[in-house]
């Protein structure tokens, strides 16, 4: 059973009565629902819980974890990204929606602007695929559209993408890689584009597959890494080949390294 | 003409005899004049410097940052580290050498720990070039030897490089992978690992062709990136393509994005 | 059930007193025995057979091939290497063993020269891994040896890995990639060192570790892509957006494109 | 000076009258005359010459060669095509335009069918920079457009490039990875799309741009590899650390390999 938690901001949807009627229950409980089942354990935590609902305990029993935020990016607790993303690179599987594009754990985790152009006015997004067989496109035609959408455009401030598995045309002109895979220390990283919250795309019967499968594909079953940043000195007289010290030296042996 | 700037920790150099006499004018300063002459100016700046050295006036001026950390990671101020990313970003080239791979600017740029094994014995490290012919490695053997060096072993916590272009042996039995190249945003990244501070490394005619190689290699000659994390909004009037707004919109048209 | 099928060049075993009395069954028989169970069917055809034992039809019913060449590279058929490669696009996984970099179908598959220098004189192996908790190295430490073993030294003439999952120190003082993951088509490819046939590698229950995790991670569930190489016109009047056609044109609608 | 070779399939330009028109001394000679100039010499040679004009002394003194070819991909000679994969290797760069996606020498590069779907319709194609300031890019804005092209769409069958440089947006509602980045032993390599015969693309202040900065991307100063698939044995009595022969053997000291 692969354990998936959905984070969800939930400002929008106390805010706006537009997005709270696309989504009554919110949109992490949306999403939550297209993810269950088949294997796939899903429920959601919401920014205004304590520790943003990342406690530790809640991290080390999620598989995968799947972000939208938007309005409050800047209000996530910088401890809580850390935390994050320590998780991912103990091997927790991450999956980042829409505009958390600009969300902290991802920005933290690309190590680049993630930066982009947009433009919100309704129009068709059609999602190519480019990795044909991709287990995150599995049942999948090779293009699919979403009548309503927000425009992101090239050029998206990413690294070199792991694999590009989808790009959006858009029909005022633009085109955008909206399906990138990466990984960070043991951990899988995707980010899919679609989902602005004023439509109701995750109620989208191909989006709620991408999103499935990637939390499939996401899923390491190694156990987590215990200490995923820790740098150990390996001290002489346990050396795997024959090794007599020479030479001058600053530290003793077995002595933490500078960080 | 390249202007490189070798930004130097120098902490060791005042506190170890050792390093001290290796290096009289500083690490920094060894590898400045290294790296000096056909086409680079180089000059060095150092941590005791207001803002570290690195002003945005410095940054401006900089085509290639060179640096070399060790004991004193953890004092780097966040707002210069914030500062060098975003130089990185919009075209600067960034060169880490060795203990950097634990610096917060290169942890910043990679997203992941950047963590390793390691060993002070003064053990022989025998670097192998991986990618024949590549411009970093322009007028070096196949391998080449440093007699006494400071081991970094595997798995190092990077992400898959770009290229990687040196791998190095160890006596005592480990292996590492020396030489990575990485793009993030319009800059060029290198970490090259020789250059333990008790060991003559940066005199070493080998080590000494890399860096100034890798100098040549990160320069972008285009002009910097002005606001390299500028997410702009494209009003629906300024569609390349005929576009009509439709729908429900969260957004009032050329408004600033969410962060 | 996933179906591997392990392709054996058979030449040694038989011309060999050394490999026959290592292996008696032949090597691909040892490869297959390490493979099956736990959810892997695993069989064995060998070069002498119709075809290479690589018809359409065992290709169709081959979820993983494993191969393992040598001496008779030259002598493997141009038809089954396209045949194997367009397997592999379609999407079956592929794993190369040892001497196999250089076989007809890992070159085609490369599209580089793969060659690597070389030394058969039964000394020691360590293989670290670099990608903690890669799906291929479960269960595995950081690092295992094989006590004799023939060198393979860098630099390898491969194409840049999506992901270098293992590096091999040698005793004689060289570096290897030993285990490397492409994508070709819908295909996974894995690239794995070890397995000299004059010492007992495929004994080796690391080795065996690997190869099984190895077919597992190579397996894609969906199904084949009927035509890997089809590249089929779209009429005009097929277009997902409303086009006229203009301009003068070369092609009749629907006509077939040139190879 | 940089040496560039212009290769033209120059059969269209004979047998369609509207191709002649557009091209009047041919396609070939169309690029070259873009290409040349500031540190470029381009010459241009043609399929009808003896060894379709890339005889090992022309290919030994190109540094980059640029490949247009479309009708007459079957009927170049396979000798041909692997002495142009061999200059690769050994450091000549190679850029292939439209499409020469289908031609033997980058299928033979790329290891994969390179296919992707297609439409002769003269629609619109707008190009995006996915990565700001590429040298590729220099002097080239976020976009720009063809008013004319044949539409390529994805998915297009290519391993993951080393860089995603264009993507491509059509009017009919495809998108395209248009630019595309590889290394192959030591040569760099680029794709770019656009240049259908029928339309006067070749004429394009944009798209020259592109060519002329891919001429000088690709261009490795270093010298030509003169064996780039040779793999030499080391025997071991020119290990590089102490080492004594031990186990069985297949080879003698210093003997050959198989292929």
Redesign the interface.
């Known amino acids: 059973m692969i354990r998936a938690t959905i984070w969800g901001e939930n400002v929008?949807e106390k805010e706006?009565d537009?997005?709270a009627e696309i989504y009554p229950n919110g949109m992490h409980n949306c999403i939550a629902d297209a993810v269950r089942g088949d294997g796939i354990e899903a429920t959601a935590v919401t920014m205004d819980q304590p520790e943003h609902g990342l406690t530790e305990a809640r991290l080390a029993e999620t598989d995968v974890l799947v972000w939208w935020g938007?309005?409050?990016?800047?209000e996530v607790d910088d401890r809580v990204v850390e935390r994050v993303?320590e998780a991912v690179?103990s091997?927790m599987g991450a999956i980042f929606l829409h505009?958390a594009h600009?969300s902290k754990p991802f920005k933290?985790?690309?190590?680049?602007?993630c930066?982009?152009?947009?433009?919100?006015?309704?129009?068709r997004e059609?999602l190519?695929?480019?990795?044909?067989?991709?287990?995150i496109a599995?049942g999948l035609p090779?293009?699919f559209?979403l009548e309503?959408e927000e425009?992101y455009?090239?050029?998206?401030?990413i690294?070199?993408p792991?694999?590009?598995v989808f790009?959006?045309?858009?029909?005022?002109?633009?085109?955008f890689?909206s399906g990138v895979t990466?990984?960070?220390?043991?951990g899988n990283v995707f980010y899919f584009r679609p989902g602005?919250?004023?439509?109701p795309t995750y109620h989208d019967a191909n989006v709620q597959t991408v999103i499935r499968n990637a939390v499939r594909w996401a899923y390491?079953?190694?156990a987590r890494?215990a200490q995923?940043?820790?740098?150990?000195?390996?001290?002489?007289g346990n050396?795997?080949?024959p090794?007599?010290?020479?030479?001058?030296?600053?530290?003793k042996s077995g002595e933490e390294?500078?960080?």
Request: glycine share 10%; aromatic share 10%.
């Open positions: 929008h706006s537009i997005v938007h309005k409050a990016h800047g993303s690179w091997g505009s600009f933290r985790l690309m190590g680049t602007p930066n982009l152009s947009w433009r919100e006015a309704g129009e059609r190519w695929l480019t990795s044909r067989n991709h287990p599995a090779d293009s559209e309503y425009m455009g090239e050029p998206f401030g690294p070199e792991q694999e590009t790009i959006s045309w858009f029909q005022g002109g633009e085109v890689r990466y990984k960070r220390g043991a602005h919250e004023t439509y390491n079953p190694a890494i995923p940043t820790h740098a150990p000195n390996v001290p002489v050396a795997l080949e090794l007599e010290e020479r030479g001058p030296k600053l530290h390294g500078y960080r």
